[in-house]
Nanobody, 121 residues
Framework: QVQLVESGGRLVQAGGSLRLSCAAS????????MGWFRRAPGKERVFVAAISSSGGSTTYADSVKGRFTISRDNAKNTVYLQMNRLEPEDTAVYYCAGKRTGAAWDTNAYWGQGTQVTVSS
């Protein structure tokens, strides 16, 4: 069992930066692929970024590429999302998730409770 707790969400002005953190419990964190997703008001949850278990490989949604950076510290059981040049369209609840390689995010992943990011124009 893995528990994920996100933090760092808040109100920020457009053009600003935020760093989200996701702290994981359990001894298997370093074996999990970790990801960030977001759900904007009235919309479905969408993929934002993911990082391999070792941290050597990352992927991003086109909408955040070049602005957001995902990273992880396996010694601290924590994954981060550095968000720069924030836009009002980035307003959403951000969720951290973890899964084993090859598993499906929707059906075989652990999820956090989410943290609210609001970007004002």
């Amino acid at each position: 069992q893995v528990q994920l707790v996100e933090s760092g969400g808040r109100l920020v002005q457009a053009g600003g930066s935020l760093r989200l953190s996701c702290a994981a419990s359990g001894r298997t964190f370093s074996s999990y692929v970790m990801g960030w997703f977001r759900r904007a008001p009235g919309k479905e949850r969408v993929f934002v970024a993911a990082i391999s278990s070792s941290g050597g490989s990352t992927t991003y949604a086109d909408s955040v590429k070049g602005r957001f950076t995902i990273s992880r510290d396996n010694a601290k059981n924590t994954v981060y999302l550095q968000m720069n040049r924030l836009e009002p369209e980035d307003t959403a609840v951000y969720y951290c998730a973890g899964k084993r390689t090859g598993a499906a995010w929707d059906t075989n992943a652990y999820w956090g409770q989410g943290t609210q990011v609001t970007v004002s124009s």
